[in-house]
């Protein structure tokens, strides 16, 4: 069965990174991409990007960009998340979540991680 | 950047009632909407699909539809296990955003 198992709650100083991993298992690591969705306390879903684990190419939100790295390991069915620059407002779970892409061309997250949890805070 | 709109942002219902959930998208998106569940410390659950297609597993109350910017859910039948946070989200262009959620909490 499709399992995405995620690293385990962190909490960091502003200003340092913090790296969230997402193990896949139960699928073909590399025939699906990985999205990234962020849920700060008591808010909702917010898109920060997704990777294409099987030649590394990502696309991340505007909002994000510079500050976040999303990467693979292919032999490892792990994909990454690293944001840089914390601060207070990035304490959120987050989420990996697979993207199935259907023939007609139409993507959904079909499958989740538990979410980590990072917290900023000095 | 698609913004989403959902409304409202909480409802409250009682076991049985029929619940409906509307989102809107800032331009036309097609049908290239989802629809998610998240209950509280858990992660969101796919219901439907390309607006109108139902998950495997998911109950047959529930249902989508809409197409272009208006897009609805409905619970034929609110069940004690469906009252938890609904979520759209736009799968047309990146960024692929999600509407503000839904609460339907209990009467």
């Known amino acids: 069965q499709v399992q995405l198992v995620q690293s385990g709650a962190e909490v960091k100083r502003p200003g340092a990174s913090v790296k969230v991993s997402c193990k896949a298992s139960?699928?073909?690591?590399?025939?699906?991409?990985m999205h990234w969705v962020r849920q700060a306390p008591g808010q909702g879903l917010e898109w920060m990007g997704v990777?294409?684990?099987?030649?590394?190419?990502?696309s991340y939100s505007r909002k994000y960009q510079g500050r976040v790295t999303m990467t693979r390991d292919t032999s490892r069915s792990t994909v990454y998340m690293e944001l840089s620059s914390l601060r207070s407002e990035d304490t959120a779970v987050y989420y990996c979540?697979?993207?199935?892409?259907?023939?007609?061309?139409?993507?959904?997250?079909?499958?989740w991680g538990q979410g980590t949890l990072v917290t900023v805070s000095s | 950047d698609i913004q989403m709109t959902q409304s409202p942002s909480s409802l409250s219902a009682s076991v049985g009632d029929r619940v409906t959930i509307t989102c809107r998208a800032s331009?036309?998106?097609?049908?290239?909407l989802n629809w998610y569940q998240q209950k509280p410390g858990k992660a969101p659950k796919l219901l439907i699909y390309v607006a109108s297609s139902l998950q495997s597993g998911v109950p047959s109350r529930f249902s989508g539809s809409g197409s272009g910017t208006h897009f609805t859910l409905t619970i034929s039948s609110l069940q004690p296990e469906d009252f938890a946070t609904y979520s759209c989200?736009?799968?047309?262009?990146?960024?692929?955003?999600f509407g503000g959620g839904t609460k339907v909490e209990i009467k």
């Open positions: 979540a697979r993207v199935y892409h259907s023939s007609e061309g139409e993507a959904f997250l079909d499958y």
């Open positions: 331009q036309s998106i097609s049908s290239s």
């Open positions: 139960g699928y073909m690591f590399t025939s699906y991409y």
């Open positions: 989200q736009q799968s047309y262009s990146t960024p692929n955003t």
């Open positions: 990777i294409n684990p099987s030649g590394g190419s990502t």
